[in-house]
């Protein structure tokens, strides 16, 4: 165990203040250090990405863990890499990871290629129920991908999400870019604390389409709805984010 002290440079006080640093010091693995900072280099304790996707092995979707570490990453939320049918990795990669566990069995496991929401028969509620009690500490909820499919597809998964998430008592995060449902029906049926993830998308459904969209997700924001960015390749448009942004919707901080 050692220390590394930092001299110099600019930090954040408590109250979110950029000010001049004159000593940080941490605990290391290494050895002890001294570094000595210039006047424009900025310190964190450490960066939250609220949403990202831990590839495990070749054929799935997202970063790896070391990659997330060396961008700053120290407290993350994997949001529906994995399905509730695989099993939950340890977190010893990164300790600070929380999973949400997507109602598809393997989640984004065969990503890029679309997979239909299969339904849920009482053995897999079961086996729902049981994954989360045995792993709650590592869970933070249910994820749901909406507009990948049809218009049949989205309700169904939308409120088996909402049954599911009930149940086992947790929140619900909805993917809503290209959602075949209208946005106002997507908040109107959750509940505090869930989450709405890509909210400001501009591809089919986003929530500036309309006056009652905007009026209906300024609600929902009242309620206790989540708004994540989740930004992603082609999940943000800012027209989308200026007009929500306009009308006083902002993401969650």
């Known amino acids: 165990m050692g220390t590394w002290q930092f001299e110099g440079g600019l930090k954040f006080d408590r109250n979110g203040s950029l000010v001049m640093n004159t000593r940080w010091t941490i605990t290391t693995q290494d050895d002890d250090q001294e570094f000595s900072l210039r006047n424009t280099d900025l310190l964190l304790p450490g960066l939250a990405d609220f949403h990202d996707h831990i590839h495990r092995s070749t054929h799935t979707l997202g970063v790896s863990p070391h990659a997330l570490l060396r961008s700053g ?48 028969n009482t053995s897999d509620t079961q086996h ?39 149940q086992v008592h947790v929140p619900l995060m909805v993917h809503v870019s290209g959602s075949f449902l209208p946005p106002e029906s997507i908040v109107e049926s959750l509940r505090p604390g869930d989450v709405i993830t890509h909210a400001f998308h501009g591809l089919r459904g986003h929530f500036a389409q309309s006056s009652s969209a905007i009026k209906s997700l300024e609600d929902g924001v009242k309620r206790g709805i989540w708004l994540d960015v989740g930004q992603g390749s082609r999940h943000f448009s800012w027209r989308t984010f200026h007009r929500l942004t306009a009308a006083g919707i902002a993401p969650h901080k």
């Open 73 to 120: 990453v120290l407290v993350g939320g994997d949001a529906g890499t994995i399905g509730w049918r695989d099993p939950v990795p340890t977190r010893k990669s990164l300790p600070n990871l929380k999973l949400w566990i997507s109602l598809l069995p393997h989640g984004l496991k065969h990503h890029p290629t679309i997979v239909a929401f299969p339904g849920l």
């Open 128 to 166: 729902i129920e049981h994954v989360i009690e045995q792993h709650r500490h590592d869970i933070a909820g249910i994820k749901i991908r909406l507009g990948q499919i049809d218009a049949a597809d989205d309700p169904r998964l939308l409120k088996t999400g909402i049954l599911i998430a009930e």
